[in-house]
C-alpha cells in the first residue's frame, strides 16, 4: 500500500474541524470517509476496510475512548490517530490505553496533522512489507509473534497495535543498549525531539503493564534516568555479569 490513495476514517462531530481535516486529507489524495458519531463510526468499519482512524476523543453517545476499544477488538493493528480537545494528561492516558496509537491535542495545525497521518501510514505499510519475515521472538515468560501481531504472557493474549509492534521491534533489535528518548520518538513515532514526549512515558507505562511481572518494578523495560530506555532480555544473567 502506497500512502496516497489511502483510506481514512474520520469520526469527529465537530462540523468545522471536520471541514477542515477533510479538505486537507482529499488534497493529499486520501480517499476519507466521515462520521459524525461514534455509532456511525462503527457502522462504516464494519461495511468497508481502512488504513488509518481519526477519532475524536468528545463524541456524543459512543466516546472515541469506546470506539478505540471496540475498534480494537475487530483490528488490532488498524493505525488510529485520536484527537482530544483537552491537554489533560488523564485524557491522553486513556486514548494511548484504549489502544489508540497516537494522539493530538486540540488545537493543532494542519501540517501538524498531515504529518501525523503520513508518518503513521508509512509506519503501517513498513510493518506489513517486514512482517512476513520476523521470527517470534521470547523473552522472560513473554513470547511475541511479531509476525502476527500477538504476545503471550503467563497472564495473558495480547494483540499487539501495529505502534506496539513497532517499538517492540526497535527495543528487540537493540537489547541491552540505552535508546535515548530522541531517538525512540523519531523512529517509532517521526517526531522531532521537541514533540510532546509524555507520548513515549505512556507508552512505556502500557508494555511494563502487559509484560512484567511487577510493573512497578521493571525488570525488561528500564528506565535510564535522563536519557531514556534500555530493554533487558535476560535480568538475570545481567546480574551475574562483571
Ligand atoms: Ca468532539
Redesign the pocket.
Known sequence: MTEKGARILLI???PNIAEGILFNLELEGFQCIHAVTGEEGLEALAQASFDLVVL????PGIDGIEVCRLLRQRDPQLPVLMLT?RADEADRVAGLESGADDYLTKPFSLAEFLLRVRGMLRRSSWYRGEALREPVYRFGEVEVQLNEGWARTPRETIELTSQELKVLRLFFNHEGQVLTREKLLAEAWGMSPKAETRTLDNFIVRLRRYFETDPSDPKHFRTVRGRGYRFVREPEQEKRAP
Open positions: 469527529e462531530d465537530e475524536d476523543l468528545m463524541l480537545a
